[in-house]
């Protein structure tokens, strides 16, 4: 798994860069994302994302969990991004996702989120994408990168219970869980990656140190965590899927998936860290937007 290249930017790239934007992406190939849109773009034959790499089948329902598709990804289901619904009309989930400044070649209007089911390609409700908000402080890949969080405002209003916000910042050692339908092998080149995954993964986590995710940034709003199982990662397709953790007796929102805790690696999930935006630190942005 790798660091964020917004599909925005990606957009931008392939309109006034052309063929030199192939070299670019190479070079910039960090994203958990990237491995989608590069393949919808410019290698439509690429191998697609599958799902959490280790971790089980989820064990129960997560009603909030979203999944965000787009007619652009070249596979079955067109899952390219998690989410997490936190009101009626809003689904929390990584800037890097939608990041739509040019909408021209990922249109939002063709954009649709589906809940309330542990599938992304049926059951639970599907609905449309009205507007995106991306938190202004949003930095793509570099030495300054961080607030990658952004809100998914939809066309009508969904059923399913949202997920609880945190009232503070998790302490170092709380137990958590990963949720997502990210790629399930830690090498793209596995054959067992070829087809993507219809159903939901899950992997537990622990919130730790920030110094032990090396990608940490300039932004302190921002959380490492590491799997509690050897060879468990989040990987592509995992972006902007939540961070949760039971307090109170309720699933609770720590954050959506940023990128990988480490730089090994440009195309391979083999880091047991990972960084997420912290949800506590943000939540008057979010109040702000959501009522």
Not at 109 to 118: E, F, P, Y
Not at 219 to 230: A, Q
Not at 246 to 268: A, E, V
Not at 269 to 276: F, L, R, S, T
Request: with cysteine; proline share 8%; charged share 20%.
């Amino acid at each position: 798994m790798l660091a964020p290249l917004s599909i925005g930017v990606l957009a931008r790239q392939t309109r006034t860069r052309g063929v030199a934007m192939i070299n670019c992406m190479t070079v910039r190939a960090k994203s958990v994302l990237l491995g989608l849109l590069v393949a919808a773009i410019s290698v439509a034959s690429a191998v697609p994302a599958g799902a959490i790499v280790g971790g089980a089948k989820a064990d129960r329902q997560y009603p909030f969990m979203a999944s965000l598709a787009h007619p652009v990804i070249p596979w079955e289901p067109k899952h390219f991004c998690g989410g997490a619904v936190i009101a009626p009309t809003w689904v929390l989930t990584a800037a890097h996702c939608v990041d739509l400044t040019e909408g021209d070649r990922f249109p939002l209007d063709k954009m649709t989120v589906r809940v309330g089911s542990n599938r992304n390609d049926t059951g639970g409700e599907l609905v449309g994408v009205k507007r995106v908000v991306v938190h202004p402080d949003y930095s793509p890949p570099g030495p300054r990168e961080g607030g990658d969080i952004a809100l998914v405002e939809l066309t009508k209003p969904v059923s399913v219970q949202p997920v609880a916000l945190p009232a503070s910042t998790p302490a170092v050692g709380t137990p958590a869980r990963a949720i997502g339908w990210g790629r399930t092998c830690a090498k793209d080149t596995e054959v067992k990656c070829v087809n993507p995954p219809r159903e939901l993964k899950q992997l537990d986590m622990t919130v730790d140190e920030r110094k032990q995710c090396t990608r940490s940034a300039s932004d302190p709003r921002e959380l490492c965590l590491r799997s509690n199982e050897k060879g468990g990662a989040i990987c592509f397709a995992d972006s902007g899927s939540p961070q949760i953790a039971k307090i109170d007796g309720r699933w609770t929102l720590l954050g959506p998936l940023s990128r990988s805790g480490t730089t090994k690696g440009s195309t391979d999930c083999e880091g047991a860290h990972g960084i997420y935006a912290d949800v506590s630190a943000h939540r008057a942005w979010v109040a702000a937007h959501t009522g």
